[in-house]
């Protein structure tokens, strides 16, 4: 299977695809998969542009509103995370991850999918310690506070990808694991980015949480981008442990490094998304300590047990298949006239109906909320002991990224 990765998309889906077809041709190869390391920016209208922390100067409708309308049709399967300028009210109907155009799939704020018999994981968003043990306490219209926070990696999110035990083939972050320039040839990346020197040398630069997902998951291939450049590394996990091979890649543009093809064996097919039983199964377990609220949540990270659920969600998937529902629309392209408010995607809404659990994302309440006023079952609750909730603190959300 050819896969193909890019690094920051920042919308330009049309320019990125004829990329593609012209190396298609040139190589004679096929593509079978395009994976996106965030910025993907899939602004469907003037509204969302408002939800995008980025420059008004920068600010423009590019092509992804073409494939939202479907006057256009991702000619590949395409995965793609969330990066620091997103069109994060869209995203966040799409939390648990879902299809936000045809043949474009947001893998979600944490999540794993299956490509064939290919295992994909990835973390949508930037590391901030003043956010990471928050909740996922913003809701459109954002403020200038947060419209930054909102795509600030938070713990919870990290906890469960920590919980991932079967093998991933791939995994992708926005931002780059702490300490991954020890791996490669960082005097080759200072020489280029001289802005780096700094972080590198202090050892200041990537996301800790990142790191931490790599020591522990330890995938064959790490894919990121957010810092416009391209930078590999090999990790070696012990002695005879297994080797990563991460990859940084640049933003789309002409003679810049954002693309790179791997050929990975895999089954027959079908060559298609599907769930993965595994993170269903973590999903359910971990709903009901869902963080909606400024009020900080810390876990310990000792394992929890999934296989309850797990068992639950073979027996579903058995029932009812692992495909996702299809695409469906949520907002019109270009009405200026429609505020930027939560929408209850119904992608969002059969993906918990699947596993039996309350809907939680449009609670407007970011100090706390109301957990029953759902009749749906959230799965089977964590012990309290588990859950550790220091006093609150009011952290700025000072991010200039």
């Avoid at 004679?28 to 209208?45: E, H, P, S, T």
């Avoid at 930054?148 to 926005?174: A, G, N, Q, T, W």
């Avoid at 695409?327 to 059969?350: G, I, L, W």
Wanted: hydrophobic letters at 35%; aromatic letters at 12%.
């Amino acid at each position: 299977m050819k896969i193909a990765v890019e690094g920051c998309m920042h919308g330009d889906l049309d320019k990125v695809y004829d990329t593609l077809r012209e190396l298609e041709q040139a190589e004679g190869v096929k593509i079978d998969l395009l994976l996106c390391c965030g910025d993907f920016q899939a602004v469907r209208n003037e509204n969302d542009l408002q939800c995008v922390n980025v420059p008004p100067k920068f600010r423009g409708m590019k092509s992804f509103w073409k494939y939202y309308s479907e006057q256009a049709v991702a000619p590949y399967p395409t995965i793609f995370i969330g990066g620091n300028h997103e069109a994060s009210n869209y995203l966040w109907e799409l939390y648990y991850g879902g299809w936000a155009a045809p043949n474009i799939y947001f893998l979600g704020f944490a999540g794993v999918v299956k490509f064939g018999n290919i295992r994909i994981g990835g973390l949508s968003g930037i590391y901030k310690q003043q956010h990471y043990h928050l909740g996922h306490y913003e809701r459109p219209p954002y403020n200038e506070s947060t419209i930054r926070s909102v795509y600030h990696v938070r713990h919870y999110d990290v906890l469960k990808l920590m919980h991932v035990k079967e093998p991933l083939d791939i995994f992708m972050s926005h931002d780059w694991p702490l300490g991954i320039t020890e791996y490669g040839n960082w005097q080759k990346l200072i020489r280029e980015k001289s802005f780096f020197e700094e972080e590198v040398n202090k050892r200041t630069l990537g996301s800790e949480p990142a790191a931490r997902l790599l020591n522990k998951l330890k995938p064959p291939y790490w894919f990121s981008a957010h810092l416009h450049c391209k930078f590999p590394a090999v990790i070696q996990h012990g002695e005879d442990g297994p080797t990563t091979k991460f990859l940084a890649l640049d933003k789309y543009g002409l003679w810049r490094g954002f693309l790179q093809v791997i050929d990975i064996p895999s089954g027959p097919g079908p060559h298609e998304i599907q769930y993965d039983e595994e993170w269903l199964a973590i999903t359910r377990k971990f709903n009901s300590v869902f963080p909606l609220t400024r009020m900080p949540f810390i876990m310990r990270d000792e394992q929890v047990g999934t296989q309850d659920d797990l068992q639950w969600v073979r027996n579903k998937l058995n029932a009812r298949g692992a495909k996702p529902i299809g695409f469906v629309q949520t907002a019109a392209s270009f009405d200026p006239s429609r505020r930027a408010v939560h929408c209850r995607n119904p992608q969002t809404e059969s993906f918990l109906q699947l596993l039996d659990l309350p809907y939680l994302l449009d609670s407007s309440n970011s100090y706390g909320v109301d957990r029953n006023e759902s009749s749906s079952q959230a799965g089977q609750p964590l012990v309290n002991d588990d859950i550790d909730l220091p006093d609150d603190e009011d952290d700025p959300a000072d991010d200039d990224d």
